[in-house]
């Protein structure tokens, strides 16, 4: 499958599409996009450069991504930063359990759930929340730029 000319894709889509490129396990390319984004490294400034279609709020299921993989400009689609994502888990009652920490330590929190697998969050909050974020082409290729990752073919085929 190629995305060359998408816009927009899903962590679930990249991860599936990347683990084959690299023939890497998927959870492994999943975790690595996991890790960045709890990091910090999708945000700019206090801006998230993620968003996601919440569930619930697609027109139809499958909506947030068509079936070519693509995911269009929808109106349900909302910025997602990573302190927004842990307060939706929280008031839903599935952030899975941390390590005690600090009160207001937000690095230390956003340290322990990127070194969760995403195993670790169960398959409601994994399939609907963390693999249903979206990430433009653009702010993916400068992520990669960033941790010198080669930009992976299936989205930049024909670019350096």
Known sequence: MTHGAH????????????????AAARDEVLHRLLQA?????????GESML??????HALEPGAAAGADGEVPD?????????RGLVRVLE????????PAL????????FAALAALPPAQFGNLVRMAYL?????SRDDFGRWCDR?????????FTGEG
Do not use: Q
Not at 37 to 45: N, P, S, T
Not at 91 to 98: E, V
Not at 131 to 135: D, F, L, P, S
């Open 102 to 109: 600090r009160v207001e330590a937000d690095e230390e929190m």
């Open 37 to 45: 984004a709890w990091m910090g490294e999708f945000e700019a400034g």
């Open 147 to 155: 941790r010198e990752y080669d930009r992976p073919a299936f989205w």
């Open 131 to 135: 693999e249903a974020m979206i990430v």
């Open 91 to 98: 008031l839903k009652g599935i952030l899975p359990p941390l």
């Open 7 to 22: 816009h927009n894709l899903t962590f679930g889509l990249i991860a599936d599409a990347w683990a084959r490129e690299v």
């Open 74 to 82: 929808l109106d349900g689609a909302v910025a997602l930063t990573r």
């Open 51 to 56: 968003s996601i279609v919440l569930p619930g």
